[in-house]
C-alpha cells in the first residue's frame, strides 16, 4: 500500500502540471475506514486549460508505460474524467475536477439549491453539492494556492439551506412509495424495487442532512446513515430487510409498508432540533 508519505510526493508531482491547482484524498481512505485492498481516491482540482498530455506522461512515470488518462468531460457530466492507474501494487484513481465548478457547487449549496444529475455508476444520481461535499470531506495533499484549503474550511459543516432542503425532499419518497403501490398488487417487481431503493436513500441523505453532514454518493450512505444520533432505531437493518428478495403482490406490499414505517420514523428524526 502506497503511505501518505508517498501520496504527498505524488501530489507534489501532480501540482506541477500546468492546469492542476490541488490535489486532495478523497474516499475511504480520507476516512479513515479503508481496507489494505482498497483503491486510492486522488480528487485532481484543475482550471482549463489542463495540460493532458504532461499529466499522461506523469502516469507512464509512476505507473507503467501502458498506463493513461482522458480528457476532461470523457467518463460524463459529474465524475468527469481522469486514469485508474496501478502505482507500486496499489490502485489509484485520477478524478478530475473543474475547480471553478467546485466553487460554484458550494455557493448554490450555501443557497440552499438542492438537485440530482443522471451519472453511469450512480444509480440515485449525483446531488449538485457533492463537489462541494468531497471537498469538505477530502485531505488535502496539495494546494500551493490555498484555494481548496480555504474552500474546505468554509464548507466542513453542510449548509443550513441546504440541509432544510434536502430533509424537504423527503416528499419524494412519499411519493415513490405511493406510486410502487400501485404497481405492487401487479408483481412489477422491478418498478417497485426502484422505488424503494430511491426512499430509502433519500432518507439516508435527509439523516446526514439534519445532523449537518455531507454524503456525497450511495456507497455506505445507509450503514453510515444508522450510526448517526437520532437516526431511526435498527435504521441499517431495517433498510436491508427492505431489499431482501422479494416477489409478488404481498411480498412487494410488505417491503413497502417496511419502507413507509422508514420515510416516516426518518421524517420525524429530521424534525427534531438538528444535531
Do not use: I
Not at 411519493?175 to 410502487?180: I, P, R, S, Y
Not at 417497485?192 to 439516508?204: P, T
Not at 448517526?228 to 413497502?256: I, K, M, W, Y
Amino acid at each position: 500500500m502506497l503511505s501518505d508519505a508517498d501520496l504527498r510526493d505524488l501530489a507534489g508531482r501532480l501540482v506541477r502540471v500546468p492546469g492542476v491547482e490541488a490535489v486532495a484524498l478523497g474516499g475511504s481512505r480520507a476516512r479513515g475506514e479503508h481496507f489494505p485492498d482498497s483503491d486510492v481516491d486522488l480528487g485532481l482540482y484543475y482550471r482549463p486549460p489542463l495540460d493532458v498530455d504532461a499529466l499522461r506522461r506523469l502516469a507512464r512515470e509512476v505507473a507503467g508505460p501502458g498506463a493513461d488518462v482522458t480528457v476532461p468531460g470523457a467518463w460524463g457530466p459529474w465524475v468527469d474524467g481522469g486514469g485508474w492507474l496501478r502505482v507500486d501494487g496499489t490502485a489509484v484513481d485520477w478524478l478530475y475536477r473543474d475547480l471553478d465548478r467546485v466553487r460554484r457547487s458550494w455557493e448554490q449549496a450555501q443557497r440552499g439549491e438542492l438537485s440530482w444529475h443522471v451519472q453511469a455508476g450512480h444509480p440515485l444520481g449525483v446531488p449538485g453539492h457533492a463537489y462541494a461535499g468531497e471537498a469538505a470531506l477530502a485531505v488535502v495533499l496539495a494546494d500551493p494556492g490555498g484555494e481548496l484549503t480555504a474552500l474546505q474550511r468554509a464548507a466542513r459543516t453542510c449548509p443550513p439551506l441546504l440541509r432544510d432542503a434536502v430533509v424537504d425532499g423527503l416528499w419524494e419518497a412519499e411519493f415513490l412509495l405511493a406510486g410502487a403501490r400501485k404497481a405492487a398488487p401487479r408483481g412489477d417487481s422491478a418498478y417497485v424495487a426502484g422505488c424503494l431503493f430511491r426512499a430509502v436513500l433519500l432518507c439516508a441523505h435527509a439523516l446526514h442532512a439534519h445532523a449537518g453532514r455531507w454524503v456525497v454518493n450511495e456507497k455506505g450512505a445507509v450503514a453510515a446513515a444508522g450510526r448517526l444520533p437520532g437516526a431511526p432505531v435498527g435504521f441499517r437493518e431495517r433498510a436491508d430487510a427492505v431489499f431482501a428478495p422479494a416477489s409478488g403482490a404481498d411480498a412487494l406490499r410488505a417491503a413497502l409498508d417496511a419502507a413507509q414505517q422508514l420515510v416516516e420514523e426518518t421524517a420525524r428524526s429530521c424534525s427534531s432540533t438538528p444535531a
